[in-house]
């Protein structure tokens, strides 16, 4: 049976998937509790769980490498806390212009969490903006920062991605393909009809993701990036939007220009942008970067809070 959408209902789907020459039997079945029980009537989602875990991981990284290119490492928590606010406030807005004939209508449901969702890429840029201004207002180097954070976004993202899978969310297009993933099980899921068979879209682009990352480290291992002056963070950003953008033909998503999406345009758009600062950055650079990093340089002694100047 279909219902209104011409979709197979997810009971029918799994009557089928075993029958010959009806829907491939090679398909990757995950059948499991996506919510962990801690004590009576405090359940979480194994994917909040995991997620907050990545978060974490992401940090300490961030962390090492402020220590390594003698950063104070307490700036790292306040410009952290100050990306948070401008990565939300982007995610909306940038889901607001992707689907903007229903937020003029309705204005309010802007302001709304409840309503609609987040875009991953406008995130990115809120928080990178406001991270900036915090960094600004600490009267330390956005270049280092910058630098600094090339490495720990990309694991968030790739990592983050990955733990979609947890929760059953960010399933594709119906597929045959020997590697289509189908979530049984009572749930919640969080795509709908989980049952039917699917490209796994969120591993796409979370596996994408993390060889970018690897692509950059060995980049860094051969001392590509060996001036902190931001250049880095571009690369990395302009990547993950190209890895966005081919993921992005697996989506459910309707295609509106060729075979992309609004969310993949958006990608595409925002490894332009990413682009045109990386050229820009190398050819007008005003030749105050820092120097490159000294392997051999010793444990650096931590300038004392109280002359820090107030902000």
């Given at each position: 049976?279909?219902?209104?959408?011409?979709?197979?209902?997810?009971?029918?789907?799994?009557?089928?998937?075993?029958?010959?020459?009806?829907?491939?039997?090679?398909?990757?079945?995950?059948?499991?509790?996506?919510?962990?029980?801690?004590?009576?009537?405090?359940?979480?989602?194994?994917?909040?769980?995991?997620?907050?875990?990545?978060?974490?991981?992401?940090?300490?990284?961030?962390?090492?490498?402020?220590?390594?290119?003698?950063?104070?490492?307490?700036?790292?928590?306040?410009?952290?806390?100050?990306?948070?606010?401008?990565?939300?406030?982007?995610?909306?807005?940038?889901?607001?212009?992707?689907h903007l004939d229903v937020f003029a209508a309705d204005p309010g449901a802007l302001l709304d969490p409840g309503r609609g969702g987040l875009d991953l890429p406008a995130g990115v840029v809120g928080g990178a903006l406001t991270g900036a201004y915090v960094a600004v207002l600490l009267e330390t180097s956005i270049r280092a920062w910058a630098h600094v954070a090339a490495v720990p976004l990309l694991l968030a993202l790739g990592a983050g991605k990955l733990t979609m899978i947890l929760g059953g969310s960010g399933q594709g297009l119906p597929s045959e393909a020997a590697w289509a993933t189908a979530f049984l099980g009572p749930g919640p899921w969080g795509s709908l009809a989980p049952a039917l068979p699917s490209h796994p879209a969120q591993a796409y682009e979370g596996i994408g993701t993390l060889l970018l990352l690897v692509v950059l480290l060995a980049a860094i291992w051969v001392g590509a990036f060996g001036r902190r002056d931001g250049r880095m963070l571009l690369v990395a950003i302009g990547g993950w939007a190209l890895v966005r953008a081919v993921a992005s033909l697996s989506w459910r998503d309707p295609a509106i220009v060729g075979p992309f999406s609004a969310g993949g345009i958006l990608a595409i758009a925002l490894a332009g942008g990413c682009l045109v600062l990386l050229i820009a950055t190398t050819i007008w650079g005003d030749g105050t970067a820092a120097a490159p990093v000294d392997e051999a340089t010793p444990e650096p002694a931590w300038p004392d809070p109280a002359t820090r100047p107030p902000f």
């Open positions: 049976m279909r219902d209104a959408t011409g979709t197979m209902s997810p009971s029918r789907h799994r009557r089928l998937r075993y029958t010959a020459g009806t829907v491939p039997i090679a398909v990757i079945v995950l059948d499991f509790d996506p919510l962990l029980e801690l004590t009576d009537g405090l359940v979480i989602r194994w994917q909040t769980l995991v997620l907050a875990a990545v978060i974490a991981a992401a940090l300490l990284v961030a962390a090492q490498f402020a220590q390594r290119l003698d950063l104070r490492r307490d700036d790292l928590l306040y410009i952290v806390v100050g990306i948070v606010p401008g990565a939300f406030i982007g995610a909306r807005v940038g889901y607001a212009l992707l």
